[in-house]
């Protein structure tokens, strides 16, 4: 049988998600389908508009068969960390077969030459990186400039091409490829129609999803009809459940109070142990948080050249969390994930489990016990914070869900 695997965040699931699942079906002849998807916090470092099992339902209502958490230690970091980690967890399933991705070039054999280049890192990479970083660059730019220093060696491959997000996290699956020696068979497909970032809606079908995130966040009421003709029927649906329950739609306003205690009530050197806090930003957060009015106006105040949106988000992320720096590396991501969390599955999912589980290397966990991986603790940490964003009298529930919710099933 083959089983493609793919990575997502789903945040919603939208027109181009299903296009995506649909032809990864098709060009690999897959008879079932594995999603290793995002928690409660994203890779750009922003919390998902509603919560991991509205996404999972949505997902099992298209016709996924698997869908298993990428732990939060992975979901919330910069491409390389984030796609090792999702491309870990597909490795450790036997049963899939291959990996489909989304790219602007959709041009596998350039990306997976460019991967093969950098799996090992040479050592000239390595020293252009050190460089770069010693001359006191992010890790993010140096990385980048080392990058195009080494693939503008070889002519079957454009260094331009790594300048857009998809062909960026590409190159990074197949780099994960080829350092875990897997298997997998990687696919790729070209993206359709909407930008990566495009906030607005310009077609009549094709959307993406910041772009429908900032069409139902722009009033005070969700404006349903807005999205409607670049959504499945079921996600619709589940987004108007979770907004009617109290659960969502969930933006970064919903944890600005939170925010504004967490830089103003800790000491610059205190903020400093926070993981991905460098090179004093701690001090222009603690500057810049006097004069913001929001969370939106805090990031846009904060942001350099040199500190990306993104990775300012992913900043707040660990601040609200009160990730450290020293508890990242007592964790050993390097590794890989120490789990594979079951969000939720349909009959054929159960039937892949059940036959193949005897071969799995890492715990499968689809209910929550005492003794668990540490790992695991960032998981529920963030599932908790992230329900403060939700409808003050529903809280207490949803604390308790995170530890009694068992998969979802179709």
């Not at 919390?47 to 509205?54: E, G, H, M, T």
């Not at 991705?101 to 280049?117: D, I, K, Q, V």
Request: net charge positive; proline share 4%.
């Amino acid at each position: 049988m083959k089983v493609v695997g793919l990575i997502v965040e789903y945040n919603p699931l939208h027109n181009g998600h299903r296009y995506h699942f649909e032809q990864a079906m098709a060009l690999t002849g897959a008879e079932a389908c594995v999603i290793v998807m995002s928690g409660h916090f994203l890779q750009r470092g922003e919390p998902a508009l509603v919560n991991k099992w509205a996404r999972t339902r949505m997902a099992l209502d298209m016709g996924v068969d698997l869908v298993f958490e990428l732990p939060y230690v992975y979901s919330t970091q910069q491409a390389e960390i984030f796609a090792y980690g999702a491309v870990f967890l597909l490795n450790q399933l036997p049963f899939v077969t291959h990996l489909c991705f989304g790219s602007e070039s959709g041009n596998l054999e350039e990306l997976n030459t460019a991967a093969r280049m950098l799996a090992t890192e040479s050592q000239s990479f390595k020293k252009t990186l050190k460089a770069k970083l010693k001359e006191g660059h992010p890790y993010a730019y140096a990385y980048g400039h080392a990058l195009a220093a080494q693939l503008n060696k070889s002519d079957r491959v454009d260094a331009k091409t790594f300048a857009q997000p998809n062909n960026i996290l590409g190159l990074h699956y197949l780099m994960a490829l080829h350092q875990l020696k897997s298997t997998i068979q990687p696919v790729t497909i070209k993206r359709y129609k909407a930008h990566y970032h495009q906030q607005t809606l310009t077609d009549t079908h094709i959307a993406s999803a910041t772009s429908i995130r900032q069409a139902l966040l722009e009033t005070a009421v969700p404006d349903w009809e807005a999205i409607r003709p670049f959504v499945p029927s079921f996600t619709l649906d589940v987004l108007k459940e979770e907004y009617e329950a109290g659960r969502g739609l969930i933006c970064w306003e919903n944890f600005y109070s939170y925010l504004l205690y967490a830089l103003l009530s800790h000491s610059a050197r205190d903020l400093n142990r926070i993981y991905e806090m460098e090179e004093g930003i701690e001090h222009r957060l603690k500057a810049c948080v006097l004069s913001s009015h929001s969370a939106k106006h805090l990031i846009e105040q904060v942001k350099t050249k040199r500190y990306t949106w993104n990775r300012i988000q992913r900043i707040l992320v660990h601040t609200l969390t009160q990730c450290h720096k020293q508890d990242i590396e007592n964790l050993s991501l390097q590794e890989g994930p120490a789990y594979l969390r079951l969000l939720g599955y349909s009959a054929k999912g159960r039937e892949l489990l059940n036959r193949y589980k005897k071969e799995l290397t890492i715990p499968l966990i689809a209910n929550i016990r005492q003794a668990h991986p540490p790992m695991l603790d960032w998981d529920l940490k963030a599932a908790r914070i992230y329900t403060l964003g939700y409808r003050s009298d529903i809280r207490a529930k949803e604390w308790k869900r995170e530890l009694a919710q068992p998969p979802l099933r179709t």
